[in-house]
């Protein structure tokens, strides 16, 4: 219904601040881009709205990545897998992909320092990035969203709401990648 975020009651209160200044950070981000445009410094991207976009899924349990890859796919999405933190690094530097659902516990490099070096990278710092992770705290969140993070999604999925989130994300950082 255009919502930006949800949060659900009772709340943490650390997590709601949190949740709000993420979307205050990106509403001064679409302000400083819709700027920028309005100068010609940057043009707003042409891609097609039924243009398949491509999402890097990174996970180490390959039946996670097996399960959503199958539903991604079926919505029409191009999925890239990655079962470690240096394999993500990887691909997202050479495919760039529209979004990217990371998990946090990894055995090389957790999802919070993947995401903290895809944020310092020039080419994929606007690559929005979604934790999915069954380690479900306040403080995970809170974390998730200190190193860059636009989104979490706790596990046990529900893929309604991942499906939700994904094309919420979508519509937000499409416009500027």
């Given at each position: 219904?255009?919502?930006?975020?949800?949060?659900?009651?009772?709340?943490?209160?650390?997590?709601?601040?949190?949740?709000?200044?993420?979307?205050?950070?990106?509403?001064?981000?679409?302000?400083?881009?819709l700027?920028?445009?309005?100068?010609?410094?940057?043009?707003?991207?042409?891609?097609?709205?039924?243009?398949?976009?491509?999402?890097?899924?990174?996970?180490?349990?390959?039946?996670?990545?097996?399960?959503?890859?199958?539903?991604?796919?079926?919505?029409?999405?191009?999925?890239?897998?990655?079962?470690?933190?240096?394999?993500?690094?990887?691909?997202?530097?050479?495919?760039?992909?529209?979004?990217?659902?990371?998990?946090?516990?990894m055995?090389?490099?957790?999802?919070?320092?993947?995401?903290?070096?895809?944020?310092?990278?020039?080419?994929?710092?606007?690559?929005?990035?979604?934790?999915?992770?069954?380690?479900?705290?306040a403080?995970?969140?809170?974390?998730?969203?200190?190193?860059?993070?636009?989104?979490?999604?706790?596990?046990?999925?529900?893929?309604?709401?991942?499906?939700?989130?994904?094309?919420?994300?979508?519509?937000?950082?499409?416009?500027?990648?």
């Amino acid at each position: 219904m255009g919502g930006s975020d949800y949060i659900t009651k009772p709340f943490n209160t650390l997590e709601a601040i949190v949740r709000i200044e993420n979307q205050l950070q990106i509403r001064q981000i679409q302000e400083k881009m819709l700027g920028l445009e309005q100068q010609g410094q940057v043009t707003p991207d042409q891609t097609v709205a039924s243009e398949s976009k491509q999402i890097l899924m990174v996970d180490d349990e390959l039946k996670n990545l097996a399960l959503l890859t199958d539903l991604l796919e079926e919505e029409g999405y191009e999925v890239w897998q990655a079962d470690s933190g240096s394999e993500a690094l990887r691909i997202a530097e050479m495919v760039l992909p529209d979004l990217i659902l990371l998990d946090i516990n990894m055995p090389d490099i957790n999802g919070y320092d993947v995401c903290q070096k895809l944020k310092a990278d020039v080419k994929t710092k606007l690559i929005p990035v979604i934790f999915v992770s069954a380690v479900d705290e306040a403080w995970d969140k809170v974390k998730a969203f200190s190193v860059g993070g636009s989104d979490y999604v706790g596990k046990p999925i529900d893929i309604i709401e991942l499906m939700a989130r994904m094309r919420h994300q979508l519509q937000i950082w499409g416009h500027y990648k």
